[in-house]
């Protein structure tokens, strides 16, 4: 039997481009003249919906499951971009969507950067490359911190430490930029995997540091200018 299949969509849930999305289910639309196929990825199994306008010849027959089932061997992929069509139809919308990667607010550009990459890798199941990318994007960040508390150490670790005793982290939030740091290092020298809870972890304290370094700041900023507008 053939085959329906999505082409020209990345998988919304584990972002593999290119991936095979396979269609298993159809529904007719009637309110909206359209069919709803719910597909599954053969990478990670999330689902993906589309609402399609049918072309005529599948719309007479019934239905794309049927036109398969009555011609025995035939493939269908339906293309999956915006405006276009083929021979079987027209894709309107396509649900979920992918959700965009996004560093903390006031996160700078750079460290933002290197931030949503380390989101992206975890998202598409490259563990090592995340947690590589985690330990940069302290490492960027700390730099900018240093810049402000005049601090010139050259080694993560070092400059963690200076950062520590003049209060612009805490202790805990030090603790816990230590295991970022051991974590970076094994995942790129060790032969063992780092697996989806490693980087998990890293990726959950990374993101928790950008909010506390700059996030938080940015915000006490605004509201005192607020405070400092009101009484004028």
Request: aromatic share 8%.
């Amino acid at each position: 039997m053939g085959m329906i299949s999505f082409v020209n969509i990345n998988c919304p849930h584990c972002h593999r481009e290119n991936a095979v999305i396979q269609v298993k289910g159809e529904a007719e639309q009637p309110l909206r003249d359209t069919h709803a196929l719910m597909a599954i990825c053969r990478s990670c199994s999330g689902a993906t919906v589309a609402e399609v306008r049918l072309s005529h010849d599948v719309a007479r027959v019934g239905g794309y499951i049927e036109l398969v089932r009555q011609y025995d061997g035939t493939d269908i992929l339906i293309d999956c971009r915006p405006g276009y069509g083929n021979e079987w139809g027209m894709v309107e919308r396509t649900y979920p969507l992918a959700e965009k990667a996004e560093a903390p607010i006031s996160t700078p550009e750079r460290v933002g950067k290197f931030f949503i990459e380390a989101k992206d890798n975890f998202t598409r199941g490259n563990y090592e490359t995340c947690g590589a990318l985690c330990r940069k994007v302290i490492d960027l960040a700390t730099k900018q911190m240093a810049l402000a508390e005049d601090i010139s150490a050259w080694k993560l670790q070092k400059r963690m430490e200076q950062l520590k005793s003049k209060g612009a982290i805490t202790q805990e939030m030090y603790d816990w930029a230590d295991i970022v740091r051991l974590d970076g290092n094994e995942q790129t020298h060790s032969e063992d995997e780092f697996d989806r809870h490693s980087a998990k972890a890293v990726l959950d304290f990374t993101e928790t540091f950008l909010l506390y370094a700059f996030t938080l700041p940015a915000m006490v900023r605004a509201r005192r200018a607020e405070l400092e507008e009101d009484k004028e």
